[in-house]
């Protein structure tokens, strides 16, 4: 028998630490999850990753409160971060460049993401990751393609 679903609730969770305080709690308590049930499971599937990895997390609840998730690959933003070993992106994207990432690296991303992408070509997703890296103030080295 299929379950009616209550309510999709859409949160950005850091993998292997969640916890009951804001935003998890308020948002699903108001549902009638059991929060810290969830925040065992979520913290239990997602242990293998990198603790603190924001995660894009898909949460379906139920008429009878239960719930099932899905969780996301990283925001793009995230893993250029990551992989120039930068903070913040740049105040003036376009005149100011605060680092250079090559061609490689932006791929592997791309094949990273790929399944949480609405297209399955992987020249469009690296198009994307390579605007987005613009706008950070990034520039992306296309001499190795």
Request: aromatic share 6%; net charge positive; hydrophobic share 35%.
């Amino acid at each position: 028998m299929v379950k009616k679903i209550k309510s999709i609730v859409k949160l950005q969770i850091p993998s292997g630490s969640a916890n009951p305080s804001p935003p998890i709690g308020p948002a699903l308590g108001q549902h009638g999850v059991n929060i810290v049930e969830f925040c065992k499971k979520f913290n239990h599937v997602t242990s293998g990753i990198k603790n603190n990895t924001p995660l894009p997390t898909i949460i379906t609840i139920y008429i009878d409160n239960s719930f099932t998730f899905i969780y996301k690959s990283p925001p793009v933003t995230f893993l250029l971060k990551q992989m120039t070993n930068i903070k913040i992106g740049s105040n003036k994207p376009g005149k100011k460049i605060i680092s250079k990432i090559n061609y490689n690296i932006v791929e592997e991303i791309a094949k990273l993401k790929i399944k949480d992408m609405n297209t399955i070509k992987l020249d469009s997703i690296i198009k994307s990751i390579i605007g987005s890296a613009k706008s950070m103030g990034i520039i992306v080295d296309e001499q190795n393609k």
